[in-house]
């Protein structure tokens, strides 16, 4: 990374000269952009990757995004989706054909779970999915015609992490494409184009968007990779950001830093009492000294984020939204990732045609930290528990 972190987040990017000196930048609110001479117009479609030409592509509020979020990846550029899961089904089709074959970890998020068991199969591409904590099950699973390994590290409700130096030597000497969901980290916590990983997806919707707000996706990688995936994946399927919402998470990045490193503190507080409280029969987070891949998530990511899930001791589903229902100043939401803090019980999946099989236990509640005082968020669960 050649610019420090706050430079990133509040000037790279950011032509305040070009646009009458406005500190926030404008707004552009415009479906294409007109040239002066029909020379100038060939030029601008020549460049349409990078340079505003028709917002499908390219819009220069959305730029803004893309160079900042490139620079904390520390990748050569980004593109910026709708949603997370169009940004992962971009990163993941531009990469695979059929007849080809992909090396997952075994439990990724639900809808990247559906792209890969279930919409690709249907163009003839095979997925494996494996124990990603344990690096040898890659070099077992990868066939002659494997092309992609599919990371989530850590993923969501149980944080399994895989050991990204090591992966992305795999990756490199059997040439595959390695993709990783990097949203629980973001790269303020972990920048795996370090270990040589190729390409780093996000939900901005969570830590970048960071307000609850707005629903939106990242990816980043070289300049080929992501001007490959712009001439296919990106222009086709056209899951793009609208301006105004690349607007809000340009605002969101402004306190990125200081959010985490609240939540970060908040969290371990939060953390510490739970895991003495004879209710909590289990927790799973990655910065807990009793995770046993502790050691792992102290190597390759700088500090805990505000996700963990807890397993709660009752003796039925009804105890358990006892206690869920008792909690007044946690949410009961999905998603994470912003102000406010939210409990989302597993057994809400439960009888889902949507989830089938969600394979989490029927007492875990997954706890995401907001922005409040840690004595609030304690005080609330003491009295919860209690139920
Ligand atoms: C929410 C989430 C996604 C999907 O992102 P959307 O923005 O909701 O499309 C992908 N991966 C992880 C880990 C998530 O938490």
Redesign the pocket.
Known sequence: MDFDLSYILNHLGEDREDYLNSVAPPIFQTAMFASPTVEAMRLMIQNEQHQPFYTRGNNPTTNILRQKMAALEGTEDALVFA????A?AAAVMANVQAGEHIVAVQKP?S??KKLLSTLLPRFGVEVTYIDGTEPANYEKAIQPNTKILFL?SP??WTYEQQDLEVVGKIAKAHNLVSII?N??ATPLFQQPAKYGIDIMTH????YIAGHSDT???VLCASKEMTDKIFRGEFMTLGGIISPFNAWLLLRGLRTLEVRLERVSQTTAKVIEFLENHPRIEKIWYPYHAQNPQFELAQKQMKQGAGMFTIAIKAQDIAEVEAVCNALKRFLLAV??GAYESLAFPACTLYGSPNYPSPDLGWNWVRICIGLEAPEVLIADFQQALAH
């Not at 949603?83 to 169009?86: E, K, T, V, Y």
């Not at 939900?203 to 969570?206: E, H, L, P, V």
């Open positions: 949603s997370g899961s169009a992962i998020y809808w990247t989530e993923n969501s969901d949203s629980y939900s901005a919707t969570k629903v939106a996706g998603s994470w």
